[in-house]
């Protein structure tokens, strides 16, 4: 039988659900957007993925230039004033310092199989995503989960696999039940736990296909060659 302490306790649940989901979504979407921002802010600097030891530009830089995409990309101010954009900021600055400072030098080398890396040693951007992800995944203690992937005709690191619900969003976005600029977001599970998850794709650009272009019919399993504001894979955010 239920107390009337237990029934006011349920509707306001109810009532909160949606705000809270509602929450998750802005917060997933704000990530998503910055991490797509500062991918691109490191592709627009060549110096730093050949050799970011010698290059002059730096993670102050970065930042400054990553903000500024988002903002062009958004149409809005990027408010970092709360604890999670914050984290996500310091992150991007440790892993542009770690580059810098050489820490990644031998980290590119080879292949899981032992053969050698498609760009050795490069700071790609996507190797600069991944590692902002994995850390901020990391300082989050379980609260969010961020990653890359992308259809797996164009996987080329196996960590980056998408999941069912992660496959079957990438393929609304590729036939066309969902626009490039939209985000998907679902109240679902991962990994047998209650989630709010949210994606957002990559479109390639120019400087995407400086790998992914010509040299995408080596890079991609499926051997096809990535095209100008084509969908290259996705940012994929998991919110407990």
């Known amino acids: ?16 659900s949606p705000f809270v989901f ?27 993925i050949e050799n970011p030891t010698q290059s002059t530009v730096d993670a102050a830089q970065i930042r400054i230039l990553g903000i500024q995409k988002y ?12 604890e999670i954009t914050q984290r996500l900021l310091l992150t991007v600055s440790e892993v542009i310092r770690d580059a810098k400072a050489g820490k ?19 700071f790609l951007p996507a190797r600069f995503a991944a590692q902002v ?5 990391e300082k989050s203690e ?12 164009k996987l080329v690191n196996s960590d980056n696999a998408p999941d069912h619900w992660e496959q079957q969003g990438l393929l609304k976005y590729i036939n066309g039940g969902k626009k490039s600029w939209e985000t998907l977001s679902e109240k679902t599970t991962y990994r047998g736990k209650p989630a709010t998850r949210i994606m957002k794709v990559e479109l390639y650009g120019s400087s995407c296909l400086k790998c992914h272009g010509e040299d995408g019919a080596k890079l991609h399993p ?13 940012v994929s955010v998991v919110m407990f």
């Open 22 to 48: 509602a929450d998750e979504v802005l917060i997933g979407k704000k990530l998503a957007n910055l991490l797509v921002a500062f991918r691109v802010a490191v592709a627009d600097n060549p110096t730093l």
């Open 133 to 137: 992800a994995s850390r901020f995944s």
């Open 222 to 234: 499926d051997g096809s060659k990535g095209t100008l504001n084509n969908i290259g894979g996705a």
């Open 71 to 82: 903002q062009k990309y958004t149409g809005e101010e990027l408010d970092s004033g709360d």
């Open 104 to 122: 990644f030098k031998d980290l590119w080398i080879k292949t899981k199989s032992g053969t050698p890396a498609p760009f050795a040693g490069k």
């Open 142 to 153: 379980g609260q969010i989960v961020m990653r890359l992937t992308t259809e797996p005709g």
């Open 1 to 16: 039988m239920h107390t009337a302490s237990t029934f006011c306790l349920t509707l306001i649940c109810l009532f909160l």
